[in-house]
C-alpha cells in the first residue's frame, strides 16, 4: 500500500503497464498554479502549469522583454511609458 500521504483523493493516478505486464498505480504530482504578473497579478501567457520537478529543471519563456516577468499588458504600458517620459525631456 502507498504511503498516507498519497492516499488523498485529492492527487491525480495514472494506470501504468510496466514492462512486466502488470497494471500498477501511478500517483502524480501536483502542477502549481500559473506564474503571475508581477504588475497586475494577471497570468503570463505562455508559461505552463508546472511541478516543482520540471520548474528545478527550467522552462522557456516568452522572448519579449520582461518575458515571464510581466505580462503583454503591462509590458505594452510601460514602453508607452517610457517613451512618453524620454521624448518630453
Same mark, same amino acid.
Given at each position: 500500500?502507498?504511503?498516507?500521504? @498519497?492516499?488523498?483523493? #485529492?492527487?491525480?493516478?495514472? #494506470?501504468?503497464? +510496466?514492462?512486466? %505486464?502488470?497494471?500498477? =498505480?501511478?500517483?502524480?504530482?501536483?502542477?502549481?498554479?500559473?506564474?503571475?504578473?508581477?504588475?497586475?497579478? /494577471?497570468? &503570463?501567457?505562455?508559461? $505552463?502549469? @508546472? +511541478?516543482? !520537478?520540471?520548474?528545478?529543471?527550467?522552462? !522557456?519563456? $516568452? #522572448?519579449? $522583454?520582461?518575458?515571464?516577468? @510581466?505580462?503583454?499588458?503591462? @509590458?505594452?504600458?510601460? &514602453?508607452? =511609458? /517610457?517613451?512618453? #517620459?524620454?521624448? %518630453? /525631456?
Amino acid at each position: 500500500m502507498v504511503r498516507p500521504a @498519497l492516499r488523498s483523493r #485529492t492527487k491525480k493516478r495514472k #494506470t501504468v503497464r +510496466t514492462p512486466g %505486464g502488470r497494471h500498477v =498505480l501511478r500517483i502524480l504530482d501536483k502542477k502549481h498554479d500559473y506564474p503571475k504578473c508581477a504588475v497586475c497579478g /494577471a497570468p &503570463i501567457q505562455g508559461v $505552463p502549469k @508546472l +511541478t516543482i !520537478k520540471e520548474e528545478r529543471k527550467g522552462v !522557456k519563456v $516568452p #522572448t519579449r $522583454p520582461y518575458g515571464g516577468y @510581466l505580462c503583454h499588458r503591462c @509590458l505594452k504600458q510601460g &514602453i508607452k =511609458l /517610457a517613451a512618453r #517620459t524620454s521624448a %518630453g /525631456a
